[in-house]
């Protein structure tokens, strides 16, 4: 395989080249992570599911595109109960995903191209056919049975609280044969560890260092924020602003399963791993409010490196509401946090559909000059939208479990659109999923040649931003909000980028500042970039505009 290395692009850990000053960004702070979700992302052995030497064959893709790292969802051997987030083993590979060798390959690979790879490190629980919780629910005296969380029945029996699970239904299920109830925050098959213990503390920790020993450049951390729960298991209180609508574990704040104090001290321990090697990457799944969610940087930032910031998933599509969020996200970061912004996930529905196909090009436009690391969900750069499931082909356990209410992850799960050959590029087999019908069209070949197109325009950008320090991790200025213009500037040195984002479908203008002119240097439309400005910047319907100033 060809070597392609980015010029400019930073050098990989350990490698001598790259030991960042003291006050040099780090590559996660200019650089840009990509989403994979392995099991959609590319298939070699034509059984429909992705796999490793599948995202191998793809790294010259995501080169080209100019990313930095791929985050991987789980690789893990697992049942599959919840697509590998119900672990039997943290320390292999699925073979549906191919072996260790394969996974070498692909960080070898991925290095050599100056690319990192992040894993999915699952702490919260495991699945419940891990040999530990076999071992665990084998008796109440079994040495591993305080692993997990075991409580009574409430008197007269029942559940012993009120929590429910993320997934629906009681968060306890009773064991039978022994007579207690084992915590779950998701499936009944997913049992949550007790990271109260330390001898499960010092086996987790232990996992983190066996794949930094193969070479991972950091990891995602799924469900942080529920790691500790309540050390007396208090009821969580009703949600005052629940509708029925919203599915059932909304119906209560969950206050004494979630965010607990104590999660502190075990993010410490993790960072502690990963500080054990220079430049790895921690990020944390954490839906928090903005208040909650800063506090996960860690005392003098201690914490994980990146709280993965949600809220342009939750936020409304408006300039308002998106200018109001940036904002009171960068008033409350600490002085040594650095931001994160997220569009869409394997969770949540693509952003294609949730604000359209036009508004998703001023939404890249947004995600890629934003202060912050941005991260890119994989197909959101061709502009796939979710897919309609038929309800014979619903693979989603929250969908089964809650149908109907639009929680179902499928339809932003689908297979990578690589191309309009049959099965799109990703597989020679029947995919998992169904494709998208607007795969024929909507693909990396078609797209990667048409100039218009939204690959093209994500390419530009983030061409652009690895070109400009002032894009990459400069100063970040508000602008304001006119209408339905959000406006900002980036800065370094004497580089002066505005920023003009119209969320709105008719045409606006932003007037300059006296003495303010400068050059469009890129458009979310063909055409325009070179256009000088002076005195005010006209914007099409549905566009946004990087400005350099003068
Ligand atoms: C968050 C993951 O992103 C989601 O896909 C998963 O179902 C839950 N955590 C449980 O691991």
């Known amino acids: 395989m060809m070597e392609v290395r980015r010029p400019g692009g930073p050098a990989l850990p350990g490698t001598g080249r790259d030991k960042p000053e003291m006050d040099e960004p780090t590559w996660w702070q200019r650089g840009i992570v990509y989403h994979v979700y392995p099991r959609s992302f590319q298939d070699c052995n034509g059984d429909g599911v992705g796999d490793l030497p599948g995202i191998t064959s793809r790294l010259d893709y995501l080169c080209w595109l100019g990313v930095d790292a791929i985050w991987i969802s789980p690789i893990y051997p697992s049942p599959m109960a919840d697509f590998g987030y119900d672990v039997t083993d943290h320390c292999a590979v699925h073979p549906m995903f191919g072996t260790l060798a394969d996974f070498d390959d692909l960080v070898a690979e991925a290095h050599r191209r100056d690319l990192r790879v992040l894993l999915d490190y699952v702490p919260n629980h495991t699945s419940d056919r891990h040999p530990w919780f076999v071992e665990s629910r084998a008796s109440r005296d079994n040495p591993r049975r305080d692993w997990y969380i075991w409580r009574d029945p409430a008197p007269g029996g029942g559940p012993p609280n009120n929590w429910v ?25 997913q049992p949550d560890l007790n990271w109260r213990n330390p001898a499960v503390r010092a086996k987790m920790l232990d996992v983190l260092r066996f794949w930094l020993d193969r070479g991972v450049d950091g990891f995602r951390v799924d469900a942080l924020r529920q790691v500790i729960k309540d050390d007396q298991f208090r009821d969580n209180p009703p949600n005052p602003d629940y509708r029925p609508g919203m599915g059932p574990y909304q119906s209560l704040l969950p206050r004494y399963s979630t965010d607990r104090p104590e999660v502190q001290d075990v993010i410490r321990a993790m960072r502690g791993v990963l500080d054990e090697r220079p430049g790895r990457l921690m990020i944390g799944e954490l839906y928090l409010p903005i208040h909650r969610l800063v506090t996960y940087y860690g005392e003098g930032g201690s914490g994980v490196h990146l709280p993965a910031n949600f809220h342009l998933l939750l ?9 109001a969020l940036v904002d009171a996200y960068e008033r409350a970061l600490p002085e040594f946090g650095w931001p994160n912004w997220v569009l869409s996930n394997h969770d949540r529905h693509r952003v294609a559909s949730r604000v359209g196909e036009a508004q998703a090009r001023v939404a890249a436009m947004l995600l890629l000059t934003l202060r912050g690391t941005p991260t890119i969900y994989y197909g959101d750069e061709i502009g796939m939208h979710d897919v309609p499931i038929p309800p014979g082909r619903v693979q989603d356990p929250w969908e089964k479990n809650v149908p109907g209410l639009g929680l179902g992850r499928d339809p932003e799960r689908t297979p990578m659109q690589w191309s309009p050959d049959p099965g799109a590029g990703f597989t020679e087999g029947e995919p998992w999923l169904p494709l998208s019908d607007e795969y024929p069209e909507r693909n990396v070949m078609a797209e990667r040649a048409e100039p218009g197109s939204m690959l093209n325009l994500y390419h530009r950008l983030i061409t652009l931003r690895r070109a400009e320090t002032a894009l990459a991790v400069g100063r970040y200025r508000p602008r304001g909000v006119r209408g339905d213009v959000l406006a900002y500037e980036r800065l370094d040195g004497d580089r002066r980028f505005l920023v003009l984002l119209n969320l709105g479908h008719e045409s606006a203008k932003w007037a300059l500042e006296p003495d303010e002119a400068g050059e469009v240097v890129l458009s979310t439309h063909l055409g325009r970039g070179g256009d000088s400005v002076a005195d005010a910047a006209r914007l099409r319907p549905d566009e946004g505009l990087v400005i350099a100033l003068a």
Do not use: C, I, K, M
Request: proline share 6%.
């Open 315 to 323: 936020t409304p599509w408006n300039a308002e509401a998106v200018g």
């Open 165 to 189: 699970a993320n997934f629906g239904g009681s968060a306890w299920t009773l064991d039978e044969r022994t007579g207690q109830n084992y915590y779950h925050a998701y499936l009944p098959d």
